[in-house]
């Protein structure tokens, strides 16, 4: 099975920007389709972006269309959420999520589709 550790977050000022990396181990991420998510203090998790197999097909939430792009490289074996304009309602804990169900261009956006997760990365965005 595949093991994710996230990396890149961090401190920043609202208006910022930070990317976040996803490193794969134990299998080849171009077998998974990735997915981001977060949870806020006392939030429930929430979608963020996904990406598919390789790469073709992308979706996000609305929240932050615009403002994030996820990316992968699959030769480096690593996911990206590369975030911009960054909000305080932007602050929590993300994680990255993989799935070895979805096929083609097929994305998750739901985080019951995901059955590998990583630790998380906390990201603090102040005003």
């Known amino acids: 099975q595949v093991q994710l550790v996230e990396s890149g977050g961090g401190l920043v000022q609202a208006g910022g920007s930070l990317r976040l990396s996803c490193a794969a181990s134990g299998r080849t991420l171009s077998s998974y389709a990735m997915g981001w998510f977060r949870r806020a203090p006392g939030k429930e998790r929430e979608f963020v972006a996904a990406i598919s197999l390789r790469g073709g097909n992308t979706e996000y939430a609305d929240s932050v269309k615009g403002r994030c792009s996820i990316s992968r490289d699959n030769a480096k074996n690593t996911a990206y959420l590369q975030m911009g304009n960054l909000e305080p309602d932007d602050t929590a804990v993300y994680y990255c999520?993989?799935?070895?169900?979805?096929?083609?261009?097929?994305?998750?956006?739901?985080?019951?589709?995901?059955?590998?997760w990583g630790q998380g990365t906390q990201v603090t965005v102040s005003s």
């Open positions: 999520a993989a799935n070895d169900d979805l096929r083609g261009r097929d994305v998750g956006v739901s985080a019951r589709v995901y059955r590998y």
